[in-house]
C-alpha cells in the first residue's frame, strides 16, 4: 500500500512538474525535477518509457540552484563533446549528458572487441571525460531484438565492460564508472527496420555529477 501511493505520487508529481516546464531550458527543467523528487520520478519514467538514460538521470537530478548551477557545467561539457566528438549522439538531459555510438562505430556484428577505429573514437571522449573529473560515468550496452533475450543480454553487458575497461585504461579512474547491459530490453529505434536495428546496437555514456561536483555547486550557490 505504501509503495503504491509513493508510486502514484511519483506520477503525479512527475506530470505536475512536466507541465510546468513546458516553456523552460534544460537547466530550469532539472531545477524543477529535482525540487520534485528526481529519484523517484526518474525511477517511474525510466521503467516506464524504456528510456533508461532518461530514467537514470533524472534519479541523479539535485535540482533548485545547486542543480542550476551543475546545469551549467553540463551545458559546456555537453557543447565539447557535441563538436569535438565525431560519430558521438550528444544529448542534454536535466543535469547530464547521454553519448550515444550506436554498433557501427564501436563493435563489429556480433562482436564485443573494440577494434582501431572505435579506440580512436574513444580516445577523444577520454580525453574530455579527463577534463572533467567531478563526474560519474554509466556505460550502458544494448541490442536489436534479435537472437535469444539471454544471449543478447550478454552480448550488451560484454560491450559495455568492454568501452569500461577501455577508459579505466586511460586514466578514468574506476570509481567514477559502472556498467549496464539491456540486451534488447530498452529499444530506442524501431525493431522493425535495418536501420532501426543498427541504431538500437548501441552504447550509451550517462555522465552524471558526482558528490564533490554537487558539494561545489552547492557552495557556489548559496555564493
Known amino acids: 500500500m505504501i509503495y503504491a501511493k509513493k508510486l502514484t505520487a511519483g506520477i503525479l508529481a512527475f506530470a505536475i512538474v512536466m507541465s510546468s516546464c513546458k516553456n523552460m531550458n534544460k537547466t530550469q527543467k532539472g531545477a524543477a525535477i529535482g525540487a520534485g523528487g528526481g529519484a523517484a520520478i526518474g525511477a517511474v519514467i525510466g521503467k516506464a518509457t524504456g528510456n533508461t538514460a532518461l530514467g537514470a538521470i533524472l534519479g541523479a537530478t539535485v535540482g533548485g540552484v545547486t542543480g542550476a548551477v551543475i546545469g551549467r557545467k553540463m551545458d559546456k561539457q555537453a557543447e565539447e563533446i557535441k563538436n569535438e566528438v565525431p560519430g558521438a549522439k550528444v544529448e542534454r538531459v536535466e543535469e547530464g549528458i547521454v553519448v550515444e555510438f550506436n554498433n ?113 555547486a552547492k557552495k557556489e550557490a548559496g555564493n
Open 104 to 216: 557501427q562505430i564501436l563493435f563489429g556484428f556480433d562482436k564485443s572487441d573494440l577494434g582501431a577505429s572505435a579506440k580512436g573514437s574513444l580516445d577523444e571522449l577520454v580525453t574530455i571525460l579527463n577534463k572533467y573529473p567531478d563526474t560519474n560515468i554509466e556505460i550502458q550496452g544494448h541490442t536489436d531484438d534479435t537472437g535469444t533475450d539471454s544471449y543478447n543480454m550478454g552480448l550488451s553487458e560484454r560491450r559495455a565492460v568492454s568501452v569500461a575497461n577501455y577508459l579505466r585504461s586511460h586514466n578514468i579512474g574506476s570509481a567514477r564508472i559502472t556498467t549496464k547491459g539491456f540486451g534488447e530490453s530498452a529499444p530506442k529505434y524501431d525493431n522493425s527496420t535495418e536501420n532501426g536495428r543498427s541504431q538500437n546496437r548501441r552504447v550509451e555514456f550517462l555522465i552524471t555529477a558526482n558528490e564533490k561536483m554537487k558539494a561545489d
